[in-house]
């Protein structure tokens, strides 16, 4: 193979990656995974900046998708109350919905996970089983939904918790 369809094949991988870890559970930690088993380290840094573009942009999209619209989905599944619990939390106020998430866990735990929640987003991305609340997709989608994660803040969380698995593959390419 030439370099110009290399380029193009390595450009396309990177655009279908983007697109589909930005997708809730459609397993794009793994696709970036295996794009860095078949390219190696050099192409680290254009997987860590796509799944923090798709992450990014998973957060963004939740904005446009009304609560009612994910309500009714939550009660097709069959999932009342999922569904009655996001209905609450879309109708209360911004400042409102910590205070929310807080309770709906008993005792003062529920405020330690509230209080910390970036360091418990961060924790979940790389947890093996995230994959039940739609994976790193699903959980920027809820974190941009749940209106409690500020954009910048998420961003900068994503952007740590994505990046040892291609900093450890950029290394060993470097070294």
Request: glycine share 10%; proline share 6%; net charge positive.
């Amino acid at each position: 193979m030439n370099e110009p369809i290399i380029h193009r094949f390595v450009m396309l991988a990177l655009v279908a990656f983007i697109i589909t870890a930005a997708i809730p559970f459609v397993p794009g930690a793994e696709i970036g995974f295996a794009l860095l088993l078949i390219f190696g380290g050099k192409a680290a840094p254009l997987v860590y900046a796509g799944m923090v573009l798709a992450l990014s942009l998973t957060y963004c999209m939740a904005a446009l998708v009304p609560v009612q619209y994910l309500v009714r989905v939550l009660s097709w599944l069959g999932l009342d109350k999922t569904s009655g619990f996001i209905a609450k939390l879309g109708k209360a106020k911004a400042d409102e919905r910590e205070t929310i998430l807080a309770r709906t866990i008993p005792s003062s735990f529920g405020s330690k996970l509230v209080r910390n929640r970036y360091l418990v987003l961060a924790i979940a991305l790389n947890t093996p089983g995230n994959s039940l609340v739609g994976g790193g997709g699903g959980l920027a989608f809820l974190a941009g939904k749940s209106g409690v994660f500020g954009f910048w803040p998420f961003v900068t969380t994503v952007s740590l918790a994505v990046a040892p698995v291609p900093f450890a593959f950029w290394i060993s390419y470097a070294g």
